[in-house]
């Protein structure tokens, strides 16, 4: 279930176009300043931290700051767990011993990120 709860904060770090956007120009930049994302974005840099960090949170991408600029990095092999835990969630072959119904489907949203 601990990879569920992985999944459902990658997937919804990964749900707006923007953050779409911003993998995508760090899979072409091994690492890029915030501002630099700014101006390819075409968006505020308040904004584009916002989803920076929505990212971030999700462990999708690694900061690191060298005075006052951010360079942001894509975190690949986070990514790339995310892709592995879809493929088996759509694999017929995998069988799960307990999935949750009922109160316990429920109850595991509790203490997941939104």
Known sequence: ????????????ALA?????????????HEEITVTALTELLGLS????SWHLRKLR??????????GRLVY?????????????YLQDLIDPTNSLESIPVGAALVEAEIG???
């Open 16 to 28: 707006d176009t923007a953050r779409l956007t911003i993998v995508y120009h760090l899979v072409q």
């Open 57 to 66: 949170r999700a462990d999708l991408i690694t900061t690191r700051r060298v």
């Open 45 to 48: 840099q308040p904004l584009v």
């Open 72 to 84: 942001c990095s894509l975190n690949k092999s986070r990514f790339e767990l995310g892709i592995r």
């Open 1 to 12: 279930m601990d990879e569920w709860r992985d999944l459902k904060n990658i997937a919804k």
């Open 112 to 114: 997941i990120e939104d």
